[in-house]
């Protein structure tokens, strides 16, 4: 047997979330507030937006200036930043797993915040990178740092300070690049211990601002956004407001399908798998077929990859599926086929696709 197809069971999707709902329902509960709060201290001496007669709320009130820009979000491995990202977003836009550089590509969230659209760019770890598909990731990070607006840098707060992260200040403060600082994971140690990071990250010079959150949990959110949203250019919104991402659904389907991968391998598996989506069939009863090839590297890893009678594909392809149709809101047939591809991490082709630089 040399493909494994599966899928066809699928089910209808059991909840009405759609990708687009979350953003209603993040502004249902933040216009208000932001309307009030957002432009206070730190944006005085802008635009007098008072004599702005075509700018006013229902009321007459004066509404506070659209404002829009990038924010990068650049970090060691595992920091936080897809959960972040998503979180900020309200809807699974770029993938999450425990494994270390789980983003492989630049991934776009658009975070609707009252009268600001933020545009978050979600990067890869930045780490010391030896393979090709590493250096590419890692110069795909560092060059969404440098387009952006504002650069924010995350670091799991639970853990010992690493060399990534100490490289990556190191970095910023040699280009003279100021970044705001993301405390993340708070929901896992004490609070005296953040002050003591965040007094060592503030010697440094490198940070206007430090924010103390839980990405997962949600903790200190609400706070970060508000500040976010006020340091971002006056600016017309770029994308319509209930767009969340400007991934083709054809690449999200892959990227769902490769966290499932990586939920569900262990070892270096997970580094040697690449998902492409080969095929996107509607149907008229509303429902879509995905036809997705898994690339490994070695005919071992196919094996491990399909499992005995082919049981780990059918379970990562049925993940995969029950996502999906939460995020397209319909039903949804995943087929998967594994193949061997002994050189994908060394084809240009594959590259140009995630957009990474083959020759970073
Ligand atoms: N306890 C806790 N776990 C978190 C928090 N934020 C993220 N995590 C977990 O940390 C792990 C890594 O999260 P990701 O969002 O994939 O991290 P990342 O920085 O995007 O990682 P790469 O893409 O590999 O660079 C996942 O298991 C998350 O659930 C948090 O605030 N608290
Ligand atoms: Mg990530």
Same mark, same amino acid.
């Given at each position: 047997?040399?493909?494994? #197809?599966h899928?066809? #069971? ?16 993040q ?6 507030? %932001?309307?009030?709060?957002v432009?206070?201290? #730190? ?55 425990p ?11 658009i ?6 659209? @933020? ?14 598909? #590493?250096r590419? &990731? ?12 504002l ?20 970095? *910023?403060?040699e280009?003279?690049?100021?970044? @705001? ?7 896992? !140690? $004490? /609070? ?11 010697? +440094?010079g490198?940070? +206007?601002?430090?924010? &103390?959150?839980?990405?997962?949990t ?8 508000d ?5 971002? $250019?006056?600016? $017309?919104?770029? /994308? ?15 990227? !769902? +399908? ?5 939920? %569900?391998?262990? %070892? ?12 996107w ?11 997705? !090839?898994? /690339? ?9 990859? *399909? ?8 379970? !990562?392809?049925?993940?995969a ?8 809101? =319909? =039903? ?29």
């Amino acid at each position: 047997m040399s493909d494994v #197809e599966h899928g066809q #069971e699928g089910l209808p999707p059991d909840e009405d979330s759609v990708a687009g709902a979350a953003h209603e329902d993040q502004h249902a509960g933040e216009g208000d507030h %932001q309307a009030d709060g957002v432009d206070g201290d #730190e944006f005085e001496d802008e635009d007098d937006f008072e004599d702005d007669e075509d700018d006013e709320g229902e009321e007459g009130a004066p509404l506070a200036p659209m404002r829009c820009g990038f924010v990068a979000l650049v970090g060691a491995p595992n920091a936080g930043k897809s959960t972040l990202l998503n979180a900020a977003v309200g809807s699974k836009v770029s993938i999450v797993s425990p494994k270390v550089q789980t983003t492989r590509s630049r991934v776009l969230g658009i975070g609707m915040h009252g009268r600001a659209q @933020i545009l978050f760019v979600d990067l890869p770890g930045i780490f010391t990178p030896k393979k090709r598909l #590493e250096r590419a &990731m890692v110069a795909a990070a560092w060059s969404g740092a440098e387009d952006a607006d504002l650069v924010a840098v995350l670091v799991d707060a639970s853990r010992r300070v690493d060399d990534d992260t100490n490289g990556i200040v190191e970095r *910023l403060k040699e280009s003279k690049r100021k970044a @705001i600082l993301i405390l993340n994971k708070i929901d896992l !140690i $004490p /609070y005296e211990r953040l002050l003591e990071l965040a007094a060592r990250f503030n010697e +440094t010079g490198v940070f +206007t601002d430090i924010f &103390m959150i839980s990405a997962l949990t949600g903790d200190g959110l609400t706070d970060f956004l508000d500040k976010l949203a006020a340091r971002l $250019p006056e600016s $017309p919104w770029l /994308y319509p407001e209930d767009q969340l991402s400007d991934m083709p659904q054809r690449l999200l389907a892959a990227e !769902i +399908t490769r966290e499932k991968l990586f939920l %569900q391998l262990h %070892q270096e598996l997970p580094y040697a798998v690449a998902v492409e989506t080969e095929a996107w069939e509607e149907f008229e009863d509303g429902s879509v077929k995905i036809s997705q !090839i898994v /690339y490994v590297q070695r005919p071992n890893q196919k094996a491990i990859v *399909l499992g005995k009678g082919g049981s780990k594909i059918k379970s !990562i392809g049925a993940a995969a599926r029950v996502e999906l149709e939460e995020i397209l809101d =319909r =039903r949804v047939h995943v087929m998967l086929f594994v193949k061997v591809r002994e050189d994908w991490a060394e084809k240009p082709d594959s590259y140009s696709q995630w957009g990474l630089d083959f020759n970073a």
